[in-house]
Antibody, heavy 117, light 112 residues
Framework: QVQLVESGGGVVQPGTSLRLSCAASGFSFSSYGMHWVRQAPGKGLEWVAVIWFDGSNEYYLASVKGRFTISRDNSRNTLHLQMNSLRADDTGVYFC??????????WGRGSLVTVSS | DIVMTQTPLTSPVKLGQPASISCWSSQSLVHRDGNTYLNWLHQRPGQPPRPLIYQISSRFSDVPDRFSGSGAGRDFTLKISRVEAEDVGIYYCMQGTEFPYTFGQGTKLEIK
């Protein structure tokens, strides 16, 4: 069955960096675009970034562009999100999700990132 | 960016009664390929979102048929024919027509 498992979250200070990973299994990872979506505590869902199935293209939320980088390793079935210059408003649970023709049909359980001094 | 607006933000419903959630987009969600990538998701506390409906009205295989989606263009609706206790949580509409994908604010369904 399809599984997405995020890791790498934690508590960090403003201005520092963190790298999230998402291990995928149960499907042909290299055939699907992949996304990161986040959710601040008690708030709604916010799309963050997408990467094409082959890594050839990426899009970002305006507020993270230039600070975050999405990448993937299709040989290891892994998705990453490198987050630099973290701010307090980046705090939240980060979900990885699979794109299946415009719908995010599978989601991981999320990884909590807390940015606080 | 496409702005997605949901109403109501909170919906108190009695068990066995119907519920309806509306979602409007700031521009048409019809993609140049002719499809409309409007989706509905459900999230319970402490859990990831679960997709319910894609392309306006197609249910995922594990979704009960008491859930239905309708609409076109910029105006969409999720209906639950008879609310059950397991339906509580927050419902989000989401557009996958263009990047950035965007979500509605969420509608909290609670039992009255």
């Amino acid at each position: 069955q399809v599984q997405l498992v995020e890791s790498g979250g934690g508590v960090v200070q403003p201005g520092t960096s963190l790298r999230l990973s998402c291990a995928a299994s149960g499907f042909s990872f290299s055939s699907y675009g992949m996304h990161w979506v986040r959710q601040a505590p008690g708030k709604g869902l916010e799309w963050v970034a997408v990467i094409w199935f082959d890594g050839s293209n990426e899009y970002y939320l305006a507020s993270v562009k230039g600070r975050f980088t999405i990448s993937r390793d299709n040989s290891r079935n892994t998705l990453h999100l490198q987050m630099n210059s973290l701010r307090a408003d980046d705090t939240g649970v980060y979900f990885c999700s699979r794109d299946n023709y415009g719908v995010l049909d599978y989601w991981g359980r999320g990884s909590l990132v807390t940015v606080s001094s | 960016d496409i702005v997605m607006t949901q109403t109501p933000l909170t919906s108190p419903v009695k068990l066995g009664q119907p519920a309806s959630i509306s979602c409007w987009s700031s521009q048409s969600l019809v993609h140049r390929d002719g499809n409309t990538y409007l989706n509905w998701l459900h999230q319970r506390p402490g859990q990831p979102p679960r997709p319910l409906i894609y392309q306006i009205s197609s249910r995922f295989s594990d979704v009960p048929d008491r859930f239905s989606g309708s609409g076109a263009g910029r105006d969409f609706t999720l209906k639950i024919s008879r609310v059950e206790a397991e339906d509580v949580g927050i419902y989000y509409c989401m557009q996958g027509t263009e990047f950035p994908y965007t979500f509605g604010q969420g509608t909290k369904l609670e039992i009255k």
